[in-house]
């Protein structure tokens, strides 16, 4: 799985290429890998009212649904201009949980070879919508 998991990664490191981030310089790629096998990545698009900047990993969930694909089994956050492993924000793990069951895991770098793998569970405990159905 870790093979694949970076794979997933290297997916992400491209998708990052693609950043619009005049205002932070820092670039950040997501690769998501469908529940049908698919990959859709994202990249952080900001703004210059920058409270309107996108991150990656919810630009990639954005094209996902907006390609039929609503469950994932794995993220990948790439951040090219980190020495340190960036994990997804607050408000995209709120995002990522809505698609991703509690297990899904979550692996992200930055520019060194160091990696974190994780689970949406372990980043967003207990979500209205796994943890509080009845
Ligand atoms: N950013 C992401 O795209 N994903 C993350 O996980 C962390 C932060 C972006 C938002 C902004 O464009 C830049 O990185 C600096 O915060």
Redesign the pocket.
């Known amino acids: 799985m870790s093979f694949a998991l970076e794979e997933l990664f290297v997916e992400a490191q491209k998708a990052a290429l693609s950043a619009y ?1 005049p205002y ?1 310089r ?1 670039r ?1 790629g997501a690769a998501l890998i469908g529940a049908d096998g698919r990959i859709f990545t994202g990249c ?1 698009v ?1 703004n210059r009212s920058f409270g309107l ?1 996108i ?3 919810r630009g990639a969930v954005m094209y996902a649904v907006s390609q039929g694909c609503r469950s994932f089994t794995a993220l990948a ?1 790439a951040a090219l201009d980190s020495l340190v492993p ?4 607050g408000a ?1 793990r709120q995002v990522l949980s809505e698609f991703m069951p509690p297990d899904a895991r979550v692996y992200f770098g930055g520019s060194s070879s160091k990696r974190v793998d994780t689970t949406i569970g372990v980043l967003y405990p207990f979500d209205s919508l796994h943890d509080l159905a009845l």
Not at 86 to 89: K, L, R, T, V
């Open positions: 981030a932070s820092f950040v952080n900001e900047t991150c990656a990993e956050v960036i994990p997804p924000c995209c």
